[in-house]
């Protein structure tokens, strides 16, 4: 970290950190806040949306009347932001950008977690399919309807780019999609914005979406162990067979051995956000340190991602999550559940689909008008935003059985 230390101003911000008074600006002009940076204006846009309150009735893993101390997509995002600005803060990165990026990340999750996203998948085959990327830039650019003069939040672009690029470029240079989208192609709702205010889908994104993007990971492997143990779905000797919470776990019977299991269970998940974070620090400050960015676009052009878990942290990364997919997100208790949510959201597109005065009011205007391709991702759009709850309410009402989730 030395060497990385030596690249820094005298002021807080880092030469590769992107900086709001450099921020490519956002899609519709607005004056300057007198009292906060553009990206300290993209958090609150965010925190006061519509879409980022009805994350408090949205799944996680468990569906919301399992229990009163699960994390809910809510909890979970605030404990993300809570990570992202813990590593900004360390690499010397904007920590409002950060977390915004954090703050957002999830906005466009559908209702019933990856159940739901699965389900609008396989009911918009036809139309190019649902992504909940592309839904969130789609919630942060249009359906969020707030201001008299734009549709959207008008969030900076270095914002929307890190929503869009956090796991990495979406294209080549050429335009060729690459990764996930390489067999579907890019969805049409990032393409279309990026011909308004070019996201540069070629490149890689700024630093704190990049670590955003771990500070997710990072909740992922620590909550979600903690969500685990609280519903039975595992034992702490269990858990304890994996490599790094095993260590972990060691080390706290050694130091208390008469602790009580649930003080245990928070002290380990505390012990490895702290070994989580601490890692993605040295081996990002590493990777920084060996490009020499001097600006943001250094990193944005660079050949390769700067943050990252080292060899062995990713390692133990791997390893907890192989453990949670077969334990956890595979269980039959859980897959039970998400298989009966998948067909709550099936029913409810078809439902809609073949009949559209079914609708609330405000989603019929200008519905007869539109091609058969809007109108499925309007419905779409009406039940991505959907809380776990209201789905099922909806669902009572349409249809004379609806499953309870449990």
């Given at each position: 970290m030395a060497e990385l230390e030596a690249m820094q101003t005298a002021t807080s911000r880092a030469f590769y950190a992107c900086d709001p008074d450099l921020s490519r600006g956002r899609l519709h002009a607005e004056p300057a806040s007198k009292s906060r940076s553009g990206f300290r204006r993209d958090c609150d846009r965010i925190i006061h949306a519509t879409a980022f309150r009805r994350l408090k009735h949205k799944t996680q893993v468990f569906v919301f009347d399992e229990g009163d101390h699960y994390r809910t997509r809510l909890t979970h995002t605030l404990?993300?932001?809570?990570?992202?600005?813990?590593?900004?803060?360390?690499?010397?990165l904007d920590e409002d950008l950060a977390e915004a990026l954090a703050l957002a990340h999830d906005l466009g999750h559908p209702p019933f977690g990856h159940a739901g996203e699965r389900a609008?998948?396989?009911?918009?085959?036809?139309?190019?399919?649902?992504?909940?990327?592309?839904?969130?830039?789609?919630?942060?650019?249009?359906?969020?309807?707030?201001?008299?003069r734009f549709d959207g939040l008008n969030l900076t672009w270095e914002t929307l780019e890190g929503l869009v690029k956090h796991n990495g470029p979406l294209t080549d240079r050429s335009g060729a999609p690459l990764g996930r989208y390489r067999q579907n192609g890019v969805p049409?709702?990032?393409?279309?914005?990026?011909?308004?205010?070019?996201?540069?889908?070629?490149?890689?994104?700024g630093?704190?979406?990049?670590?955003?993007?771990?500070?997710?990971?990072?909740?992922?492997?620590?909550?979600?162990?903690?969500?685990?143990?609280?519903?039975?779905?595992?034992?702490l000797d269990e858990i304890a067979a994996v490599p790094l919470p095993g260590k972990i776990i060691g080390t706290i019977r050694a130091s208390y051995p008469r602790l009580d299991t649930p003080r245990l269970v928070h002290e380990l998940v505390r012990e490895l956000i702290g070994l989580l974070?601490?890692?993605?620090?040295?081996?990002?400050?590493?990777?920084?340190?060996?490009?020499?960015?001097?600006?943001?676009?250094?990193?944005?052009?660079?050949?390769?991602?700067?943050?990252?878990?080292?060899t062995t942290m990713g390692e133990a990364d791997r390893a907890i999550k192989?453990?949670?997919?077969?334990?956890?997100?595979?269980?039959?208790?859980?897959m039970g559940v998400m298989d009966q949510a998948l067909g709550v959201i099936a029913d409810l597109f078809a439902r809609y689909r073949d009949k559209p005065?079914?609708?609330?009011?405000?989603?019929?205007?200008?519905?007869s008008g539109l091609d058969e391709a809007a109108r499925v991702r309007r419905i779409a759009d009406f039940i991505a935003g959907m809380t776990d709850r209201y789905a099922l309410a909806e669902h009572g009402r349409l249809f004379d059985s609806t499953p309870e989730l449990r």
């Open positions: 404990e993300v932001a809570q990570v992202a600005r813990a590593l900004a803060r360390r690499l010397r609008l998948d396989e009911c918009l085959a036809a139309f190019g399919g649902f992504d909940h990327n592309a839904q969130t830039l789609r919630i942060v650019t249009a359906l969020e309807r707030r201001y008299p049409g709702t990032i393409l279309n914005y990026s011909r308004l205010q070019d996201l540069q889908l070629w490149s890689l994104a630093v704190e979406a990049q670590i955003a993007a771990f500070a997710d990971d990072i909740a992922y492997d620590a909550h979600d162990i903690d969500d685990g143990l609280r519903a039975g779905l595992f034992q974070i601490d890692d993605v620090v040295g081996e990002t400050g590493r990777r920084l340190a060996a490009l020499n960015p001097q600006s943001a676009d250094d990193v944005r052009l660079a050949a390769s991602p700067v943050a990252d878990f080292s192989t453990f949670l997919e077969r334990r956890m997100y595979r269980s039959p208790r859980v005065a079914d609708l609330p009011p405000e989603w019929r205007e200008g519905f």
